[in-house]
């Protein structure tokens, strides 16, 4: 398989990135048919922009590119890896060099080429792998190049399972994450049967569903000692129609009546604070 597709590079030599990333997609999903791997995809690539996921080894790469057309970003080191280096090159991967200052801006211009050029790019913020049990801080440079770049960014959260009665794990034989060695690790993923990938995206941005699925409360509300940097706050983190009412109770603090709230809000801010958020969020009626 990895034969074939190197003999196609070396014959063909795309030299587009339209073409690197049409051969990196067309290698990626024979090789996904080729291995049995399912892979349940709920929603839909994103035509264009970045696209940021979780990362926990070379599987992810593989399954995003044989989804899609993409560009990948990765780190520098693996260009220096014998063969992988090269065909990572030949299909149009970004380098990033980590450690070295302005490295994500350096990237920029790769990214902003692979967006002119309509193909999503596609990086992982965590800046290593894992092996899927949670998410690591995700490092910003490449993130903000991309939003200063007026690109739009998709969110996807990767999983793997088994087939049932499986003796192996997805933690130690799909991902592939700490001190594991490259070749026996997929030696043993090619042993693998019932790998099943699964890829939800995001169809809105983790903003609005916080929006929509969380609420804040008053109670403790230490307000700032200026009346208008209060609302200020409110406004700029847009959280007026998220913040909800509530009491200490038993306690005493701030649930004197002149003191429920702080000073300093406009009528409309109160309203929505002490009822009409709550009777939105939870379907009430509105009061006589």
């Not at 590079?9 to 049995?36: M, Q, V």
């Not at 990767?158 to 994450?177: F, H, I, N, P, Q």
């Not at 200020?232 to 002149?258: G, N, Q, R, V």
């Given at each position: 398989?990895?034969?074939?597709?190197?003999?196609?590079?070396?014959?063909?030599?795309?030299?587009?990135?339209e073409?690197?990333?049409?051969?990196?997609?067309?290698?990626?999903?024979?090789a996904?048919?080729?291995?049995?791997?399912?892979?349940?995809?709920?929603?839909?690539?994103?035509?264009?922009?970045?696209?940021?996921?979780?990362?926990?080894?070379?599987?992810?790469?593989?399954?995003?590119?044989?989804?899609?057309?993409?560009?990948?970003?990765?780190?520098?080191?693996?260009?220096?890896?014998?063969?992988?280096?090269?065909?990572?090159?030949?299909a149009?991967?970004v380098?990033?060099?980590?450690?070295?200052?302005?490295?994500?801006?350096?990237?920029?211009?790769?990214?902003?080429?692979?967006?002119?050029?309509?193909?999503?790019?596609?990086?992982?913020?965590?800046?290593?792998?894992?092996?899927?049990?949670?998410?690591?801080?995700?490092?910003?440079?490449?993130?903000?190049?991309?939003?200063?770049?007026?690109?739009?960014?998709?969110?996807?959260?990767?999983?793997?399972?088994?087939?049932?009665?499986?003796?192996?794990?997805?933690?130690?034989?799909?991902?592939?994450?700490?001190?594991?060695?490259?070749?026996?690790?997929?030696?043993?993923?090619?042993?693998?049967?019932?790998?099943?990938?699964?890829?939800?995206?995001?169809?809105?941005?983790?903003?609005?569903?916080?929006?929509?699925?969380?609420?804040?409360?008053?109670?403790?509300?230490?307000?700032?000692?200026?009346?208008?940097?209060?609302?200020?706050?409110?406004?700029?983190?847009?959280?007026?129609?998220?913040?909800?009412?509530?009491?200490?109770?038993?306690?005493?603090?701030?649930?004197?009546?002149?003191?429920?709230?702080?000073?300093?809000?406009?009528?409309?801010?109160?309203s929505?604070?002490?009822?009409?958020?709550?009777?939105?969020?939870?379907?009430?009626?509105?009061y006589?």
């Amino acid at each position: 398989m990895f034969v074939e597709a190197g003999a196609e590079l070396l014959l063909r030599r795309p030299a587009t990135r339209e073409a690197r990333a049409d051969w990196l997609h067309r290698f990626a999903a024979r090789a996904i048919r080729r291995l049995g791997i399912e892979v349940v995809v709920v929603g839909e690539f994103p035509a264009r922009g970045a696209v940021i996921s979780n990362h926990m080894g070379y599987l992810d790469i593989v399954v995003f590119a044989a989804l899609h057309s993409c560009v990948f970003v990765s780190k520098a080191e693996i260009q220096t890896v014998p063969l992988l280096g090269w065909m990572t090159t030949m299909a149009g991967t970004v380098y990033v060099a980590r450690g070295h200052g302005g490295s994500a801006v350096k990237a920029r211009s790769g990214m902003q080429a692979a967006a002119d050029a309509d193909l999503p790019i596609v990086f992982f913020p965590e800046g290593t792998t894992t092996n899927g049990s949670g998410l690591l801080k995700f490092h910003s440079g490449l993130l903000a190049q991309a939003m200063q770049s007026g690109m739009p960014v998709t969110a996807a959260y990767m999983s793997y399972s088994l087939a049932e009665g499986s003796k192996a794990t997805v933690g130690d034989a799909v991902c592939y994450w700490g001190d594991a060695k490259m070749l026996p690790h997929i030696f043993r993923f090619l042993g693998l049967r019932g790998v099943r990938a699964e890829v939800p995206w995001l169809e809105k941005s983790p903003a609005e569903y916080a929006r929509e699925h969380v609420r804040l409360t008053s109670q403790p509300f230490d307000a700032p000692p200026n009346a208008g940097m209060l609302r200020k706050i409110i406004e700029e983190i847009d959280c007026e129609d998220m913040l909800m009412f509530s009491t200490d109770y038993p306690h005493w603090h701030f649930d004197a009546a002149e003191g429920a709230l702080p000073v300093g809000l406009t009528d409309d801010q109160r309203s929505k604070i002490l009822y009409d958020n709550a009777a939105s969020f939870y379907g009430f009626g509105r009061y006589a």
